[in-house]
């Protein structure tokens, strides 16, 4: 088995002779290392990338034309990464397909953790969602090698995960950590004490 820093040089290096600049071929490089840190076959996906062959990939992304086939996922991913923060990029957008969507996963995740937004990701083959907290839910077992019919939804509203009795029952139990300010209690040693110069 190769190291990771190994795997990483080499598509960094495969991704710069296929035509990618320096930048991009790194990013690829890293992509590819985090989804095989994660126990993901992301060598195999790139591998196949390349030989479809590349240079068919599309590499431009419009996020405002739905008909858009084979797209490239480093690009992809790079766009979304890039530009997910604008407002009005946090809405619903439409491809025909993507070449190997495993690749765009890494990408999406950074773009979530870095503008606290979250990824749906749907096709006819294939659907995953990417929180902001790095939760993904993903089933490794049906990952295509090429998704169609895409819908990705983009958002910066965060869904309630529990009830409000939940909330005010640990928010009543938080208070109990308060200390009641009164003389004595600043003497011994809460809060700021008697010379407060804050």
Not at 9 to 31: C, D, H, P
Not at 66 to 75: E, V
Not at 140 to 155: A, F, V, W
């Amino acid at each position: 088995m190769h190291s990771l820093y190994e795997i990483e040089t080499v598509v960094k290096r495969v991704a710069r002779y296929q035509g990618l600049s320096w930048g991009i071929a790194e990013e690829a490089g890293k992509t590819v290392r985090a989804l095989e840190q994660s126990a993901l076959p992301g060598l195999e996906r790139f591998d196949r990338l390349i030989s479809f062959p590349y240079s068919k990939c599309v590499r431009e992304i419009n996020h405002k034309e739905k008909n858009q086939k084979y797209l490239c996922p480093i690009h992809f991913g790079l766009f979304f990464l890039d530009q997910s923060h604008k407002p009005d990029n946090q809405l619903t957008f439409q491809f025909s397909n993507i070449l190997e969507p495993l690749l765009i996963i890494p990408f999406l995740i950074k773009a979530a953790q870095k503008n606290l937004i979250s990824f749906d990701f749907k096709s006819n083959e294939f659907k995953f969602f990417i929180g902001s907290g790095k939760i993904i839910s993903l089933d490794t077992n049906k990952i295509p090698h090429q998704s169609n019919d895409i819908t990705l939804e983009i958002s910066n509203q965060r869904i309630k995960q529990y009830s409000d009795e939940t909330w005010d029952r640990l928010y009543n139990m938080s208070l109990e950590t308060f200390v009641e300010e009164n003389e004595e209690k600043k003497l011994l040693g809460a809060g700021a004490g008697l010379t407060d110069n804050d």
